[in-house]
């Protein structure tokens, strides 16, 4: 019994012995199967096709004119014969083909979804790169002088009929007078429409109130992608052609540029402009009620200096990389900057803007514009005005009355200037307010006082904040 049991213990070592080995084999034919097959080597390839393709070929919308172009883009060497190994996946790739071969090989393994998903997340803009090239910036700060492209020498000249109207008198129209308020308006190539609808609302020129002149310009760079706006050149010189309003500078037409552009306009004004009373600048997706900013210019002399907007106090530089107005500490080391005007829209006294003209062209160029120009009123020792009339930042949803409709014509009666209109909003908003049925007898301004300076004791301190950010309210 002991021998039996012995040769039994025996054969059954043996057994298991046996049976490992088959498992053995097993695993070792199934792995060279899969080797054979070439399944690995297409993971590779998706790879790279991911990491060099755009989203939309990810998704299948140009998926045959891929898998057609590929073999070209990643020739096989002789050595790889499995690089052709999608064409298992192409079998069942239906009318579209990309898509489904992609989705079904995402599900085969666990290596190729990692391989895909780094992919996606690397095409996504990083939010912490600047938004333009600093080191760039620091070299070519320096270069400050561009030509005039387009001009409008005869801009700021008034003759005429129109002096006359404005109490020349007889023999008047012998003489040239300069207008009383010139409005310019930061614009881009691209922006026709809201040139257009400027032109035809706010930014009307001719004769207003009380006889007073007004003229228009807009001012202009060259588009740095030129391939978005064929022709953009013709455009210009058409548009220029017929409307006598435009002002183009052979820089850029960047974000950081727009410090050119106000250097170039003030400039611009101290050789061609010398004589106008008052100034008011600002962005095309802005509404503007010129008869407001008329009204309060009412007893303000333009051999003064005078600079009014909505001012921002005691703001601190943006060290947040991901936003728009990210500025490093080696480009500005001061931890407030000077009061400014936000950009959207200020007036000013044709004094002042010849000034201005002298001090920018000492003042370093800084990549913020509205910063910039705070820098020069600093050197000059001008201090701006606020009034609240300019809502440069949009009308924030107040918190008290959440349903309030900011949007009202009645509202819009009151104010000066309100930033980030889309074209339709800023027609719309002038035909309301011009409605000769237009009726407000429930008050909705948000403040009780007419237009009035607002005393310095009155500024209030701004938070730190991110105003290119901020949430507004405009729309109905």
Same mark, same amino acid.
């Given at each position: 019994?002991?021998?039996?049991?012995?040769?039994?213990?025996?054969?059954?070592?043996?057994?298991?012995?046996?049976?490992?080995?088959?498992?053995?084999?097993?695993?070792?034919?199934?792995?060279?199967?899969?080797?054979?097959?070439?399944?690995?080597?297409?993971?590779?390839?998706?790879?790279?096709?991911?990491?060099?393709?755009?989203?939309?070929?990810?998704?299948?919308?140009?998926?045959?004119?891929?898998?057609?172009?590929?073999?070209?883009?990643?020739?096989?060497?002789?050595?790889?014969?499995?690089?052709?190994?999608?064409?298992?996946?192409?079998?069942?790739?239906?009318?579209?083909?990309?898509?489904?071969?992609?989705?079904?090989?995402?599900?085969?393994?666990?290596?190729?979804?990692?391989?895909?998903?780094?992919?996606?997340?690397?095409?996504?803009?990083?939010?912490?790169?600047?938004?333009?090239?600093?080191?760039?910036?620091?070299?070519?700060?320096?270069?400050?002088?561009?030509?005039?492209?387009?001009?409008?020498?005869?801009?700021?000249?008034?003759?005429?009929?129109?002096?006359?109207?404005?109490?020349?008198?007889?023999?008047?129209?012998?003489?040239?007078?300069?207008?009383?308020?010139?409005?310019?308006?930061?614009?881009?190539?691209?922006?026709?429409?809201?040139?257009?609808?400027?032109?035809?609302?706010?930014?009307?020129?001719?004769?207003?109130?009380?006889?007073?002149?007004?003229?228009?310009?807009?001012?202009?760079?060259?588009?740095?992608?030129?391939?978005?706006?064929?022709?953009?050149?013709?455009?210009?010189?058409?548009? !220029?052609?017929?409307?006598?309003?435009?002002? +183009?500078?052979?820089? /850029? @037409?960047? &974000?950081?540029?727009?410090? $050119?552009?106000?250097?170039?306009?003030?400039?611009?004004?101290?050789?061609?402009?010398?004589?106008?009373?008052?100034?008011?600048?600002?962005?095309?997706?802005?509404?503007?009620?010129?008869?407001?900013?008329?009204?309060?210019?009412?007893?303000?002399?333009?051999?003064?200096?005078?600079?009014?907007?909505?001012?921002?106090?005691?703001?601190?530089?943006?060290?947040?990389?991901?936003?728009?107005?990210?500025?490093?500490?080696?480009?500005?080391?001061?931890?407030?900057?000077?009061?400014?005007?936000?950009?959207?829209?200020?007036?000013?006294?044709?004094?002042?803007?010849?000034?201005? !003209?002298?001090?920018?062209?000492?003042?370093? +160029?800084?990549?913020? /514009? @509205?910063? &910039?120009?705070?820098?020069? $009123?600093?050197?000059?020792?001008?201090?701006?005005?606020?009034?609240?009339?300019?809502?440069?930042?949009?009308?924030?949803?107040?918190?008290?009355?959440?349903?309030?409709?900011?949007?009202?014509?009645?509202?819009?009666?009151?104010?000066?200037?309100?930033?980030?209109?889309?074209?339709?909003?800023?027609?719309?908003?002038?035909?309301?307010?011009?409605?000769?049925?237009?009726?407000?007898?429930?008050?909705?301004?948000?403040?009780?006082?007419?237009?009035?300076?607002?005393?310095?004791?009155?500024?209030?301190?701004?938070?730190?904040?991110?105003?290119?950010?901020?949430?507004?309210?405009?729309?109905?």
């Amino acid at each position: 019994m002991v021998t039996v049991r012995r040769l039994l213990h025996v054969k059954g070592d043996v057994l298991c012995t046996m049976l490992l080995l088959v498992l053995f084999c097993l695993l070792l034919y199934t792995r060279q199967v899969i080797l054979s097959s070439g399944w690995d080597r297409p993971e590779w390839k998706l790879e790279i096709h991911g990491s060099t393709s755009s989203s939309r070929n990810l998704l299948g919308a140009s998926g045959a004119k891929i898998s057609q172009e590929s073999p070209e883009q990643f020739p096989s060497s002789p050595s790889e014969p499995g690089l052709p190994a999608c064409k298992p996946q192409s079998k069942s790739k239906p009318p579209q083909p990309k898509s489904k071969p992609q989705v079904k090989s995402k599900g085969k393994s666990k290596s190729r979804r990692k391989n895909v998903a780094p992919t996606k997340a690397a095409r996504k803009p990083l939010p912490t790169l600047p938004p333009f090239d600093f080191a760039s910036y620091l070299r070519e700060k320096d270069n400050r002088d561009f030509n005039l492209l387009i001009d409008q020498p005869e801009k700021c000249v008034i003759r005429g009929a129109e002096q006359e109207e404005e109490g020349g008198g007889q023999g008047a129209s012998d003489k040239s007078t300069a207008p009383y308020m010139l409005i310019a308006v930061k614009s881009v190539a691209a922006d026709f429409e809201k040139r257009q609808v400027v032109r035809r609302t706010w930014g009307r020129e001719g004769l207003f109130q009380n006889g007073v002149s007004i003229r228009t310009v807009f001012l202009l760079g060259v588009p740095k992608n030129r391939t978005a706006l064929p022709l953009w050149d013709r455009l210009l010189t058409y548009e !220029s052609q017929t409307f006598r309003d435009i002002l +183009l500078w052979d820089f /850029d @037409d960047t &974000f950081f540029n727009l410090t $050119l552009k106000e250097t170039h306009f003030l400039k611009w004004i101290n050789s061609s402009c010398p004589q106008v009373k008052f100034i008011f600048k600002g962005d095309a997706d802005v509404y503007v009620n010129i008869e407001n900013i008329l009204e309060m210019l009412q007893g303000q002399k333009p051999e003064e200096d005078l600079f009014v907007g909505d001012i921002i106090v005691n703001a601190k530089p943006i060290r947040r990389r991901s936003s728009k107005y990210f500025v490093p500490e080696f480009v500005y080391g001061g931890g407030l900057y000077p009061s400014y005007a936000g950009g959207g829209g200020f007036v000013m006294s044709g004094h002042t803007a010849l000034k201005l !003209s002298s001090s920018c062209q000492k003042v370093e +160029l800084f990549p913020i /514009d @509205d910063v &910039f120009l705070g820098m020069c $009123l600093q050197l000059i020792g001008v201090i701006p005005s606020r009034h609240q009339g300019f809502r440069t930042f949009g009308i924030p949803r107040p918190s008290a009355a959440p349903h309030l409709q900011t949007f009202d014509p009645c509202f819009y009666r009151e104010l000066m200037v309100v930033h980030s209109l889309s074209v339709p909003q800023i027609w719309l908003m002038w035909n309301l307010l011009h409605d000769p049925n237009l009726s407000c007898h429930n008050r909705t301004s948000p403040t009780s006082w007419p237009f009035k300076w607002k005393g310095k004791g009155g500024e209030a301190e701004v938070q730190e904040t991110d105003y290119g950010e901020k949430q507004v309210f405009v729309t109905h």
